[in-house]
């Protein structure tokens, strides 16, 4: 019986220690689970933090493309329009040029043309002036030609009524 006793209260100390081993490794695996557990939602918290900050960045990197290509647009439109600008001034001033020679060219044909009417009108005064004189001289000539009739005519008329002259 003493070792009936003995072999009881061993296996009870074994058991305790057994037991107490076992709540140990079970607290460690419990302590190793919370661990991993808390290591997971770390993990978890931080790769949702990764991507919010990747999502983040790249909205940033985005943005940033978006307005360097909108500032590059912007010089490359602007250039556009500096070189469009020149290109409508050296035109403009073109056919300003072209304006101004046509309207010089208007006022020299005018000035032809005006000379051309003086020239005209005083070669057709001198013309007028000429035909007058003619008429002038014709009328003489008829006036004397008529003159010299009439003093025939008369000459005439008092030969037959003076003299019976030759006729009868």
Not at 42 to 55: A, C, D, H, M
Not at 68 to 90: M, P, V
Not at 111 to 133: C, F, K, P, V, Y
Request: aromatic letters at 6%; charged letters at 30%.
């Amino acid at each position: 019986p003493a070792m009936a006793g003995s072999r009881f209260t061993a296996p009870t100390a074994a058991d305790a220690q057994l037991l107490l081993l076992q709540k140990q490794a079970l607290a460690e695996e419990e302590a190793a689970k919370t661990k991993r557990e808390l290591l997971t939602r770390f993990l978890q918290e931080k790769l949702s933090r990764e991507e919010q900050s990747s999502t983040y960045g790249l909205h940033k990197v985005c943005t940033a493309w978006r307005s360097a290509q909108r500032k590059t647009k912007d010089q490359e439109l602007r250039q556009d329009l500096e070189i469009l600008s020149q290109t409508f001034t050296r035109v403009m001033d073109c056919k300003d040029g072209v304006i101004e020679s046509l309207a010089r060219d208007l006022e020299e044909a005018e000035e032809q043309q005006n000379r051309a009417l003086r020239s005209h009108l005083h070669l057709t005064d001198q013309l007028l002036h000429l035909q007058h004189r003619r008429l002038g001289y014709l009328q003489e000539g008829f006036d004397a030609q008529v003159h010299a009739l009439k003093a025939e005519f008369e000459a005439e008329r008092c030969g037959i009524s003076g003299g019976g002259g030759e006729w009868g």
